[in-house]
């Protein structure tokens, strides 16, 4: 056991010599070998037991302590004659660990997953595809460049043709244009840019600065803004303006964000430092547009805004919204001398903020139609049977959907029966349109299938309510192609171009016919209009009913196609001539 140790001991300081060697050639000794980090750090000639080690020392040292009958093996060692029979042979005195061949393996390398967001819609695309699964736009599309100009399937580079196509039409526009045709007014400003979520979590947050790049960029594009437009300086609205809306203690709670330099108010509702002031700026630009086109200095307006504003409530901020945008404007028009506001709402999500504060003011009538879904969709409010409270019945019109995928027919249709019928017989002075644009086809969040066409003619059977004075304030809207060729088609409109081609018979689906006899029959008792109409859809409704069930019959009666064509067709004719013919045959039974 002695001599054992002794020899044991020995190596240990040979592969001591060995690190202190490597360091002397500018190596460290766990560069090398990871396991000789501890004997690296007694290489000052000291044992762990405190005795000295001769740091020089020679391997004839070593053999002179060897018993006889291994000084062979090593000495074959030293001269590189060292067989494996030898390794095999004298395997007590060859520790695996002092040669680690680790570093002998070849290194595999890690395959990591390439991800990426898509521009458009924000959703995540694996692998090195350039094309987004989801929307189908292209990963490096020129969408913040040119708008819904730019081609979807190619890079940016491929932008330039558009451009200098869309500069000539341009030209030729602005020659038959004069300054007296700038009556439609837009409000923007770039510092609400700045408003972002500072983390990104999972993958961007819908409700990015991107939004307005891309609107703004198909304006430019278009030639409408700057150009047709007239331009609206911001400012940023005052706490006494806000107060009229929101609670003092929600409006300090948004000012102290801009003291910190990430917050949420929600999960989803982010704040950074420079958030409210872009939510006090687009409330003013909301304010001073209502009041600039009811004075009659313009003729109508777009407000380009962002924090998007028709779920914050009088108390809180939520749903991607600090200030209620919308309400600001209402109050705003009515100060300018406006005596009953009409809200529209058609974003996709119910605008339970805005319905708060106007549910018991008779002199603001809010209309929303949604994607509701029996209260399983967000933020869950809106559906049929609220219609405002303490004396102001009637001054809320919900107009919930009960799936999505929701088109245009059905919301022209919902227009025709609903909206414009009661907006008629309200007669406001002043309209605001809350428009987000997250029903359009193709929205991430919205799951529905409003097309531009759908929203320029929502708007042109707005137009000449009211005389024309229509404000339009950007709500939500989260895939870029859409929200910016929707709103440039709502744009247009408003520039008098009208909606452009017409959408043909309008011929709802079940469930949205179901949703607007629904609402009509609750509304019919605040709005005495609505009873004719009311009658003459319940009939279209049981015609409707009758017309399925006579299709579902004749699908029953009938074998399906598959049947009556390939490999299976013999065997149906066989098997319905035996049934014929066992119809035929006389009975068994005696009389």
Not at 191 to 220: C, F, N
Request: glycine share 10%; aromatic share 8%.
């Amino acid at each position: 056991m002695g001599s054992e140790t002794i020899k044991t001991g020995r190596l240990a300081n040979g592969e001591a010599q060995k690190s202190v060697h490597k360091e002397r050639h500018g190596l460290s000794s766990n560069g090398m070998n990871g396991k000789h980090e501890n004997l690296g750090s007694n290489r000052a000639g000291t044992s762990s037991s405190g005795e000295d080690y001769d740091l020089t020392m020679n391997t004839g040292d070593v053999d002179g302590n060897l018993d006889g009958d291994i000084e062979p093996v090593f000495k074959k060692a030293r001269q590189g004659d060292l067989t494996f029979q030898d390794i095999h042979d004298n395997g007590d005195y060859f520790d695996e660990d002092d040669e680690d061949d680790s570093d002998w393996e070849p290194v595999q390398k890690h395959v990591e997953l390439i991800k990426w967001f898509c521009v458009n819609c924000t959703m995540v695309n694996l692998g090195d595809g350039v094309i987004c699964d989801l929307c189908g736009e292209h990963k490096d599309s020129g969408i913040l460049r040119l708008g819904c100009f730019a081609s979807p399937l190619s890079q940016d580079a491929g932008c330039s043709e558009v451009e200098s196509e869309m500069k000539g039409k341009n030209k030729e526009m602005h020659s038959q244009l004069s300054a007296s045709n700038s009556s439609t007014a837009i409000g923007f400003d770039e510092r609400m840019l700045l408003h972002s979520e500072v983390q990104m979590k999972s993958h961007p947050h819908p409700e990015r600065s991107d939004r307005l790049r891309a609107i703004a960029a198909s304006l430019a594009t278009a030639g409408l803004f700057p150009g047709r437009c007239y331009p609206i300086s911001a400012r940023e609205i005052t706490r006494e303006e806000l107060q009229m809306v929101h609670s003092l203690e929600h409006i300090q709670d948004v000012e102290l964000t801009s003291h910190i330099l990430s917050s949420y108010f929600t999960p989803d509702t982010y704040a950074n430092e420079h958030s409210a002031c872009a939510a006090r700026l687009a409330a003013g630009l909301c304010a001073d547009l209502a009041s600039t086109i009811f004075s009659g200095r313009v003729k109508n307006g777009f407000a380009m805004v962002r924090p998007p504003g028709h779920h914050a409530g009088v108390r809180e901020a939520m749903g991607f919204c600090l200030h209620n945008n919308a309400a600001v404007a209402a109050l705003a028009a009515q100060a300018a001398g406006a005596k009953k506001v009409l809200i529209v709402d058609w974003d996709v999500h119910h605008g339970n903020g805005t319905q708060e504060i106007f549910d018991q003011n008779k002199s603001v009538l809010y209309i929303s139609l949604h994607r509701h879904e029996g209260g399983k969709f967000y933020p869950g409010t809106g559906s049929a049977n609220e219609v405002g409270r303490n004396g102001a019945e009637g001054s809320c019109v919900n107009i919930p959907w009960s799936r999505g995928g929701v088109g245009d027919n059905d919301y022209i249709f919902a227009f025709q029966n609903l909206v414009l019928p009661i907006a008629t017989e309200f007669a406001p002075d002043f309209i605001i349109i809350s428009a987000g644009f997250d029903a359009a086809r193709g929205d991430p969040l919205g799951c529905c299938d409003v097309t531009p066409a759908g929203y320029s003619q929502m708007t042109d059977m707005l137009y000449t309510l009211s005389g024309g004075k229509l404000l339009v304030i950007l709500e939500g809207g989260y895939n870029l192609r859409s929200i910016s060729s929707s709103a440039t088609s709502v744009i247009k409109v408003l520039l008098g171009e009208g909606p452009g081609s017409e959408l043909g018979n309008i011929a709802p689906s079940r469930a949205g016919l179901q949703t607007v006899l629904e609402v009509m029959k609750i509304q019919m008792n605040f709005w005495p209009s609505l009873g004719s109409s009311y009658a003459k859809l319940q009939s279209q409704w049981g015609a409707y009913c009758n017309t399925r069930k006579q299709i579902k019959k004749r699908q029953r009666t009938e074998p399906p196609i598959w049947w009556k064509w390939g490999r299976k067709r013999m065997l149906y004719h066989i098997l319905r001539r035996l049934h014929v013919k066992s119809k035929g045959k006389p009975s068994h039974h005696s009389s």
